[in-house]
């Protein structure tokens, strides 16, 4: 079967995979940016059937328009809070001790805890991802879980390495709106394991939503880190 005709940004893209760099397709509303991320996501399974791929992005929403626009089976999508909970909950040990860490140390910011410092619990029964905070219980949600994973990621190298053995290609759908500890997790911490990956970015700085999201890569794009 012959290959379907890429757009010119999709082709460049490609430029940029072949030399191992870190890409942003950026775009304006209505401009096909997903689009153009499926046809990344579909091209790199022509050229490898074999090839580890996670898509993330911000809500179930866009995952399900992707889910029913990529139709393989080997394709890893989920929101970015799913997608981080899933490889880091194996590590139970580390996270309570990383969790307590984070909570008695002023610099790292749990802005819905409250509680008396020193705390420690001994999470008996594990650290969940839950709707709701219920710290007795060892529950967190959605901000305390990108808080955290950051933290692991930054103290245990070894997870960046598995993290980048698992997936060759981490694309990100809407970076716009992903959380700076996200983006640090992605940019500053995985490159310094000995296996490298590539991550792509899609999205529209002009269209952030959200006040916590990162907004846009200028400082990484400066510094050589990412190619728009």
Known sequence: MAAERLEQEVEDLFGLIGSGKNFLLSGGAGSGKTYSLVSVIN??????????IACITFTNAAV????????NSRLWISTIHDFL?????PFQEELKGTLIEGINNPEIN????????????SFDDGIRY???????????SHDEVIVLVNQMYKKYPKLCEILCWKYEYILVDEYQDTALEVIEILLDFLPKGRKKN????????????YDDGIGDLEEYIKKGCVTE
Request: aromatic fraction near 14%; glycine fraction near 6%; hydrophobic fraction near 40%.
């Open 64 to 71: 399900h328009e992707i889910e029913n626009r990529v139709l």
């Open 110 to 121: 749990y802005k819905n805890i409250f509680v008396e410092i020193p705390y420690f619990n």
């Open 130 to 140: 839950a709707e709701h905070l219920r710290l007795a219980n060892g529950e967190i």
């Open 43 to 52: 091209e790199i399974y022509r050229r490898n059937t074999k090839a580890r």
């Open 85 to 89: 909970w899933k490889n880091i909950s």
């Open 198 to 209: 590539t991550v792509g970015f899609f999205g529209d700085a002009m269209q952030s939503i």
